[in-house]
């Protein structure tokens, strides 16, 4: 399986729909119209934010927005989830051994993959989670002797 990023285009707002309203199952009860609003709404709030499609094997799969190390939103298409694809994307962004924040709602069962990678949650205000990832320091040695 070959996962890629690539910049956001104009072309992608269709696919960027539809992986925003299935993302959020009730949205389902709600009037196409609201439905883009709310997209519309998502866009702004995100609009500083590096914006990627994820692409698996030459298919768009999902989207990885960032605002330097911080997880702004991570999102894949129903038929990929539960692949590795996120847990591949999170872990090259822990690879600059850069601390990684993100924010997840408390009921998300993605909040099991950030536990498992390491992400401790910092902050809960009862809806959402703030988490964060750090590296691991070494223990330091006491091998050398200080002059």
Not at 110 to 133: C, I, K, N, P, Q
């Amino acid at each position: 399986m070959v996962i890629s990023l690539r910049p956001v285009t104009p072309e992608d707002r269709p696919f960027l729909l539809s992986l925003f309203a299935s993302s959020r199952p009730d949205l389902a009860l709600l009037p196409t119209a609201l439905v883009q609003m709310q997209f519309t709404s998502q866009e702004a709030t995100y609009a500083g934010a590096t914006q990627s499609v994820v692409v698996v094997d030459g298919v768009d799969a999902g989207r990885l927005y960032l605002d330097g190390h911080h997880v702004v939103d991570i999102t894949l298409a129903p038929q990929f989830r539960g692949r590795g694809i996120g847990t591949s994307l999170l872990q090259s962004l822990l690879e600059d051994h850069e601390p990684v924040s993100l924010t997840v709602a408390c009921v998300n069962p993605a909040r099991a993959l950030y536990e498992r990678l390491g992400f401790r949650v910092v902050s809960d205000d009862g809806a959402y989670l703030s988490m964060l990832w750090t590296p691991r320091t070494e223990a330091l040695s006491c091998s050398r002797a200080v002059t």
